[in-house]
């Protein structure tokens, strides 16, 4: 077996192992990068954007339904396969573009995935080996084995977003971000949904009063949900599948449908790694144990994004933790991650958003002697809200009265995915209420409603 030597050897080719391999490559380091899967990553190919590209469509139609009898009086025509074909001129040229952009960069391109034989080498497909100085795991995440009978009959999110067909009916299983986004939109665009929710409440890991109201204006739409319940089986019965369902009483029940969406949840995509064999520490469902600085416990090899225990398995944070690596190990600046405050969103109709201090930590700051203020208001009645004929538009902000600062800001309501942003920014630079009160948001917008939340 043939070895090949490197300076850098970056495992997986998303967005954040590409920023890596470049900046290596600029710091006139020999550099390998090397992906099982089409190269580009799980949110350009598989996730964000594609599936923005089908909620930009969804919520076309989801505004319409909103609006009808207040102008409009046909229903708007709409095309599966004509979505599929747009969303394919987004990702399709993004693994060749990836990998010309690597090579034009100075970076060696494999296309295999990668086995520790030890804690410097790995082995590629092919009978080639490749030993580096300092190796950079960036493997993403996969979805979560469901391990009961028939799940060989789920189809994942990754299935879902590259479907010819959009069936009459549907059963998606889970109720987290990327379940919530494939029923709204399936539901949108004219799919009877049933949604499996192991919580009580789907969105779990956003504000639980928001997520239920969320919850009440999907069924009124016609989305129905299991709450507080787990698939134990699927069968195939024809053309259409059965699913066994059990709660937390322990009722059982068995639904039929045409399609059933495994979305309950990732894990860390490292099995294939061997990590043992290089004696990296991990855990299967945590992801590769890194320190601050994104080191394992071996100094030469660092891991980032989704594949590592570090931050939530978002785009955004796995980029920042690549420009972050890259400046420590080119560029000798002496960085650690920070990830507070953090935005996240979930596109839901209407999206669902979320930074800084929650719920639970609010309460725990109480108990600490803190001066913590909740605004939580149903604000369905505002203009915002009103004029696009929205089912429902609600906030939740925690605030320091003392230090007359926002600490933390949900949010449920169309446009607030962009409006997230703006409490981002005052939460992360500490600007004082009394100041963002003075400031002139252009109106009628989304932005301009900050300041009556406040």
């Given at each position: 077996m043939s070895t090949k030597e490197y300076d850098v050897i970056v495992v997986g080719a998303g967005n954040a192992g590409q920023s890596v391999a470049t900046a290596a490559a600029e710091a006139g380091k020999s550099v390998a990068i090397t992906e099982g899967r089409d190269y580009g990553g799980t949110c350009p190919l598989r996730g964000c954007d594609p599936k923005l590209v089908l909620h930009a469509v969804a919520e076309t139609v989801h505004r319409f339904h909103n609006l009808r009898g207040k102008g409009f009086t046909d229903e708007p025509g709409f095309s599966w396969p004509d979505l599929m074909a747009w969303k394919r001129t987004f990702t399709e040229p993004i693994p060749?573009?990836?990998?010309?952009?690597?090579?034009?960069?100075?970076?060696?391109?494999?296309?295999?995935?990668?086995?520790?034989?030890?804690?410097?080498?790995?082995?590629?497909e092919d009978d080639l080996s490749i030993r580096g100085k300092t190796i950079v795991l960036a493997t993403g995440m996969r979805p979560t084995p469901l391990d009961f009978p028939g799940s060989e009959h789920l189809l994942t999110s990754d299935d879902f977003l590259d479907m010819d067909d959009l069936p009459e009916e549907m059963i998606v299983i889970g109720g987290g971000y990327i379940g919530t986004e494939t029923s709204q939109i399936s539901h949108a665009l004219g799919c009877r949904v049933t949604v499996i929710v192991s919580d009580?409440?789907?969105?779990?890991?956003?504000?639980?009063?928001?997520a239920d109201m969320l919850r009440k204006a999907s069924e009124e739409r016609g989305i129905k949900f299991h709450l507080n319940s787990k698939a134990g089986a699927v069968r195939k019965v024809g053309n259409r599948f059965e699913v066994d369902i059990e709660n937390k009483e322990g009722q059982k029940s068995t639904l039929t449908t045409d399609r059933v969406i495994h979305c309950a949840?990732?894990?860390?995509?490292?099995?294939?790694?061997?990590?043992e064999a290089a004696g990296?520490?991990?855990?299967?469902?945590?992801?590769?144990?890194v320190d601050g600085?994104?080191?394992?416990?071996?100094?030469?090899?660092?891991?980032?994004?989704?594949?590592?225990?570090?931050?939530?398995?978002?785009s955004p944070v796995a980029s920042y933790a690549?420009?972050?690596l890259s400046d420590m190990l080119f560029d000798d600046r002496e960085r650690e991650i920070s990830y507070f405050p953090l935005p996240t969103v979930a596109f839901s109709l209407p999206g669902m958003a979320?930074?800084?201090?929650?719920?639970?930590?609010?309460?725990?700051a109480r108990k600490e002697?803190?001066?913590?203020?909740?605004?939580?208001?149903?604000a369905t009645d505002w203009y915002h809200a009103r004029h696009l004929g929205s089912p429902v538009f609600a906030y939740k902000i925690f605030i320091d009265e003392k230090e007359d600062r926002i600490l933390g800001a949900h949010l449920l309501g169309p446009n607030v995915t962009e409006l997230i942003n703006l409490f981002y920014l005052a939460i992360s630079e500490k600007t004082r209420i009394s100041a963002l009160k003075q400031l002139i948001f252009a109106y009628p917008t989304a932005a301009s409603t900050l300041k009556s939340m406040l």
């Open positions: 060749p573009k990836s990998q010309e952009k690597m090579r034009e960069n100075g970076v060696e391109v494999y296309e295999s995935y990668a086995t520790f034989t030890d804690d410097h080498t790995l082995r590629l009580e409440v789907p969105l779990s890991k956003f504000d639980h009063d928001l949840g990732r894990v860390p995509n490292i099995d294939k790694l061997d990590l990296v520490k991990y855990d299967k469902k945590k992801g590769i144990a600085k994104l080191r394992t416990n071996l100094p030469h090899v660092y891991a980032l994004g989704d594949c590592a225990d570090s931050g939530l398995p978002l690549g420009s972050v979320a930074v800084g201090m929650t719920a639970d930590e609010a309460k725990e002697g803190r001066e913590i203020t909740e605004r939580f208001a149903d």
